[in-house]
Nanobody
Framework: QVQLVESGGGLVQAGGSLSLSCAAS????????MAWYRQAPGKARELVAT???????KYADSVKDRFTISRDNAKIAVQLQMNSLKPEDTGVYYC??????????????WGRGTQVTVSS
């Protein structure tokens, strides 16, 4: 099976930086689009950033010019560099990826999430 594992979450002061990473492993043939979502307490899940296999990126308006998504296709990994963090960035961050596995179907996989807490 395929697994996605996030890492890099933690507690940071407002204005600080944090880098999240997500590594995929398992019976993977190729990885298409990858993305980061987040869910703040009492809020709906929000799409933060996406990146295609070719490297095209999109960002939520709330994180533009502060966050950067990138990927390493050789390592089957995606990163999220977060700068100038604000308390409203607090939430559980999830990695997701569209993966072609050995059953020859593309399936969206999700990690279990990593907590990011930004203090005032």
């Amino acid at each position: 099976q395929v697994q996605l594992v996030e890492s890099g979450g933690g507690l940071v002061q407002a204005g600080g930086s944090l880098s999240l990473s997500c590594a995929a492993s398992g019976s993977i043939i190729s990885v298409n689009d990858m993305a980061w979502y987040r869910q703040a307490p009492g809020k709906a899940r929000e799409l933060v950033a996406t990146i295609t296999r070719g490297g095209s990126t999109k960002y939520a308006d709330s994180v533009k010019d502060r966050f950067t998504i990138s990927r390493d296709n050789a390592k089957i990994a995606v990163q999220l560099q977060m700068n100038s963090l604000k308390p409203e960035d607090t939430g559980v961050y999830y990695c997701t990826a569209a993966i072609l596995s050995t059953n020859l179907r593309v399936v969206d996989y999700w990690g279990r999430g990593t907590q990011v807490t930004v203090s005032s």
